[in-house]
């Protein structure tokens, strides 16, 4: 894919670039505790200054709802660029966005008094009714601030919204550098023929693993598989699950899947009470039999599945991971997960390319402390896979030569 890249643009000077980037970080008690997503969008910043540019940051933060949410304004993430940029970056009062034609004025003559080199943040965007659905006159409006509109947050591209798709069409439009960099990186994935590659499944949202199935299923050596597919793979095949988190809308899909020699489901699992206060090792058998009681569920793969699992990664050149293998956030569920994270991480960098995104898979990593030895960290796991699966993301189609 040809994106029209911004760093290939040679006169910036003066202009004034609408820049969105994704901010959306966790904050407790007003202190940001993980600025990563703030960090991946300083090398466009950072670029546009130098270029002599006057840039006009947007982004959200959280899911207000389309009001004004006071624990959701961007002071906290203003003060974090400040201190990364050793400048201030002021943040914009804009409310809830409903910019009558005086309150319009008043942020065209602030944004007119900036210099080039200059950083402003405007508030939370999703303070807005209108931005989720990109309608009434809020795209048009973000357009009328300036010249130039970047997106650096690859996280919200499959976003239909106006700060992302709507404003694009209205201003000449181009690739931040971060959104670029992981455009190309899983182009690169999809495009290149690895008969080694191994693809780690997990989480609990299905809707958006199975048609990444579909496309990657083809492309890789193994798919391993764990979470809610693992989960509702047994139920369809008539195992007793008991409580376990399942989404037989679609059973018939992963019925057939779990025919493919390229398919690995977990050969035994880890069952027991939501709070972990009781747990034991189930082995899978070929025929369908009582997993677990009413009362319990499959919260982790077992010990035997962390050693086939590990052993499928040792062997690829190329790993990619998206989702837990189960309820990683309760001891001892997460042992599992960390195995796998593991593994990879100690692949990478390496003897493979590792390749993780989405919000729990780069939590685990974090609590194995072994991020920073992955090759690639994808900042948007939905967009991730949205990607993979083939899907025309809104936010590219008006950046893509």
């Known amino acids: 894919m040809k994106l029209a890249r911004i760093s290939q643009v040679r006169n910036l000077k003066n202009k004034t670039v609408l820049l969105r980037v994704d901010c959306n970080v966790p904050i407790e008690r007003g202190k940001i505790l993980d600025d990563a997503r703030i960090v991946s969008s300083l090398a466009t910043i950072t670029f546009l200054r130098k270029k002599g540019a006057k840039i006009i940051l947007v982004s959200h933060l959280g899911r207000p709802g389309g009001k ?24 914009i009062q804009t409310g809830n966005w409903h910019l009558t034609p005086q309150r319009k004025t008043i942020l065209q003559k602030r944004f007119g008094t900036m210099k080039p080199g200059d950083v402003v943040l405007c508030d939370n965007i999703r303070f807005s009714k209108h931005e989720k659905h990109n309608s009434g006159t809020l795209a048009k409006d973000l357009a009328s601030f300036a010249d130039i509109f970047v997106l650096d947050g690859f996280a919200v591209a499959h976003r239909g919204s106006a700060s992302v798709f709507g404003v694009s069409g209205l201003l000449k439009s181009y690739a931040g550098i971060s959104l670029a960099k992981e455009v190309s990186t899983l182009d690169r994935f999809l495009s290149k023929r690895d008969s080694t590659a191994v693809a780690v499944l997990g989480g609990a949202k299905l809707e958006t693993k199975m048609p990444v199935v579909k496309r990657l299923l083809p492309r890789v050596r193994f798919m391993l598989f764990g979470g809610v597919i693992a989960n509702t793979y047994f139920r369809a095949k008539k195992y007793r699950v008991g409580a376990s988190l399942t989404d037989m809308t679609h059973k018939d899909i992963i019925c057939a899947l779990g025919k493919k020699r390229k398919v690995c489901m977990p050969q035994d699992v880890l069952v027991g009470s939501v709070d972990g206060s009781s747990y034991r090792v189930v082995t899978i058998k070929k025929t369908p039999h009582v997993i677990c009681k009413k009362d319990e569920a499959i919260l ?102």
Request: glycine share 12%.
């Open 68 to 91: 004004v949410v006071r624990s959701l304004q961007l002071d906290p993430v203003a003060a974090v660029l400040s201190k990364h940029l050793g400048k201030a970056v002021p943040k």
């Open 300 to 401: 982790d793969i077992g010990p035997q599945t962390v050693l086939s699992y590990s052993r499928q990664i040792k062997k690829a050149q190329t790993i990619l991971w998206n989702g837990a293998m189960g309820y990683f956030e309760q001891k001892p569920y997460n042992m599992g997960t960390h195995a796998i994270a593991r593994t990879i991480a100690a692949r990478s960098k390496g003897h493979a390319y590792g390749m993780i995104g989405g919000g729990e898979t780069i939590q685990s990593m974090n609590q194995v402390g072994m991020l920073d030895d992955i090759d690639f960290v994808s900042t948007g796991g939905g967009a991730m896979l949205a990607f993979l699966s083939g899907t025309v993301l809104p936010g590219l189609q008006h950046i893509t030569k």
